[in-house]
């Protein structure tokens, strides 16, 4: 289907000729986004197709990514009992909605659609083999104005169509031809007119047409080949006239009138002293954005208008979604460059009423003014409506810095293996369960209270300094600035000794390890300078595996340091980790020392000290 003047029955949609990447897929017009394609009522006066003949396949080329959700269909069929049902199929079309630029031609077998993609309960009622017969196909589509969905050679068939598409040697969104229309003005004088849908600049308009062969009389030159050619273009660019001599004869071809270029320059802008400028062909999405971005101006409602020509559009604007009163935008427009009809370009803004916001159906609190210096009121909402302080209430609320808690100072101790706080201040009370203490994220749960001081015991966590913040749920957040410091400490590490290789598993116990590997990440154990493998962690306990000695100091026996670093934090453990040749393991003997390179054989290591278990050892 390509005559815009023909439609399907119930067909929505626009046919464009005009727009960015709008160019059929085949001749002159595209078909816009429609919604419904088809629309009959299956009575006797318009009968619905039948999908098993005349609409068996309906075939379409689409482009676009607007599309989604396949294709629905209404068919009308019968059941097992004789009845005709109507029901609504939903179709997946694979590939639509997906190519923003590249055209796809494909058929749709409708029969074959409709009996694998029916409902499971149409299934159970359906009559096999009784005729279904087509009453709507609509294609759904995102409203976006920045998603294209188009279509073109629409068509319903008892065959499958094949169109091969063969691509404009010239594709280009900015020479687009609406027409080119033939009068014959004498036996030897003919007038062609061209007219474009498409606006071009004084660079691209169209110039005087040629004689393939042919000289031109009016040139002078010795060029010849393409560098003739390229003269020869030149000079029909520049000139409305061109005599040709071609084949014993003369062609003259003038030029009778041309088209005006495109618009040129800019207009700008102006908003509370701030001026963007912006050129007139500007898409109403990138006018939206200045007005966003630039004038922050977040809820303008642009307009989009344009009649498929480029030469007939239009932008405006409105405050949809702005309460109150706006200032005016100025507009000017004096430096954009007009080669059409005289006043074709116009522009404006102006006030059609004064903003303001809206209150449907105000509540109390709107007739309701606090006196200017009072104390805040508490209100309270039910379903909307306003709550009265009756019965001489006093509803006013006041801020009492007397009243405010305050924190002052803290304390640590460690008990049964836990940490506990003992947070010093003012305004306390001396109900534990009236408080919530932070500790840099960590809980810190109350025991005991005084009016002055707060017992808590901290949750488990790694070293580090942490801000407290402390709440008494009947008073109030506390006032003040505390930092609590958790120290890391290495009680012990076991054993003391092991291979010059590395390779031991040492056991580090303390307080302020992390407790996950991943919070280790940013942390580190070291054994004589150099990393231990970290294999397990609590906050207590830490598992890591040396490294080897370093090359530079190895000897039979060394000393090294055992350091963890927390948070920034580092401590030393109080005994040292020595490096013990004799727990090296040693080789001493390989047999074979040879063997073939298809391997299989078996080799002996005869050596000491290979019974030490560790999860690295592999020959």
């Known amino acids: 289907m390509e005559d815009p003047d023909y439609k399907f029955d119930g067909q929505g949609g626009q046919y464009w000729s005009y727009g960015i990447n709008s160019e059929p897929f085949c001749g002159k017009t595209v078909l816009s986004k429609p919604y419904g394609l088809l629309r009959l009522s299956g009575n006797w006066d318009q009968p619905g197709l039948e999908i098993s003949s005349e609409a068996k396949f309906f075939c379409f080329a689409h482009k676009g990514t607007a599309f989604y959700n396949g294709i629905d269909i209404y068919v009308q069929y019968q059941t097992t009992h004789w009845q005709t049902w109507r029901s609504w199929v939903n179709v997946p079309v694979e590939g639509l909605g997906e190519s923003k630029d590249e055209w796809t031609y494909q058929c749709i077998d409708m029969e074959e659609a409709f009996l694998n993609n029916k409902a499971s309960w149409i299934t159970h009622w359906y009559r096999e083999g009784s005729p279904v017969q087509l009453l709507h196909l609509n294609m759904a589509h995102d409203t976006n104005t920045r998603k294209d969905g188009f279509l073109d050679e629409l068509s319903f068939g008892s065959k499958e169509n094949t169109i091969e598409r063969i691509a404009p040697a010239f594709a ?4 687009r031809m609406e ?17 474009p849908y498409t606006c071009q600049t004084e ?6 047409m040629g004689v393939v062969g042919g000289t031109i009389d009016e040139m002078t030159t010795a060029a010849t080949g393409a560098d003739l050619m390229q003269e020869q273009i030149a000079f029909l660019k520049s000139n409305d006239k061109a005599t040709f001599s071609v084949g014993g004869g003369k062609v003259i071809v003038e030029r009778l009138s041309k088209e005006s270029p495109k618009m040129e320059g800019t207009f700008s802008l102006t908003l509370e002293g701030k001026t963007v400028t912006a050129e007139p062909y500007i898409e109403w999405y990138n006018l939206q954005d200045i007005f966003e971005n630039e004038f922050g101006l977040m809820g303008v409602e642009m307009g989009d208008h344009h009649w498929d020509t480029c030469y007939k559009f239009s932008r405006s604007w409105t405050y949809a979604y702005i309460g109150g009163d706006q200032p005016e935008i100025e ?3 004096s430096n954009v460059i007009n080669y059409g009809e005289a006043d074709s370009v116009r522009g404006d803004a102006w006030t059609s009423r004064d903003g303001g916001v809206k209150i449907i159906q105000p509540g109390g609190d709107f007739f309701r003014q606090p006196a200017e210096g009072s104390d805040p009121q508490v209100t309270v909402w039910v379903n909307g409506f306003l709550c009265l ?25 460690l008990v049964d293996g836990s940490i506990e706080l003992t947070i010093t201040g003012t305004g306390f009370t001396t109900d534990a369960s009236d408080f919530t203490i932070d500790v840099g994220g960590r809980n810190c749960e109350a025991t005991v209270a005084t009016s002055s001081s707060v017992t808590c015991t901290l949750e488990n966590g790694p070293a580090g300094d942490f801000d407290i913040t402390l709440w008494v749920q009947s008073r109030g957040q506390a006032s003040g600035s505390v930092t609590f410091t958790l120290s890391l400490t290495v009680d012990s590490f076991s054993p003391s000794s092991g291979s010059v290789g590395g390779g031991t598993t040492l056991t580090i116990l303390g307080t302020g390890f992390p407790n996950t590997m991943d919070e280790w990440e940013s942390n580190e154990v070291a054994v004589g300078g150099s990393s231990c493998t970290i294999t397990e962690t609590s906050y207590t306990e830490v598992k890591c595996v040396t490294p080897k000695e370093s090359t530079s100091r190895r000897r039979k026996r060394a000393l090294a340091d055992l350091t963890v670093t927390v948070n920034g934090q580092t401590v030393s453990a109080s005994g040292q980790y020595n490096y013990d040749a ?6 001493t003997t390989l047999d074979p020392v040879t063997a073939t390179p298809m391997g299989g054989d078996t080799l002996t290591i005869i050596g000491t000290t ?4 560790s999860p690295f050892n592999t020959v």
Request: contains cysteine; negative net charge; hydrophobic residues 30%.
């Open 331 to 333: 507009l000017d427009y």
């Open 203 to 208: 660079e691209e308009t169209f110039s005087l």
């Open 172 to 175: 280009s969104s900015t020479g």
């Open 610 to 613: 290979f019974g030490y278990e």
């Open 389 to 413: 302080c009756a019965g001489g209430a006093d509803c006013s609320f006041s801020y009492d810095s007397s009243l405010t808690p305050t924190i002052l100072g803290v304390t640590d101790t």
């Open 179 to 195: 027409e080119v229309i033939v009068n014959s003005t004498s036996a030897d004088s003919v007038e062609i007119e061209f007219n």
């Open 582 to 587: 004799s727990s090296t393991p040693t080789i």
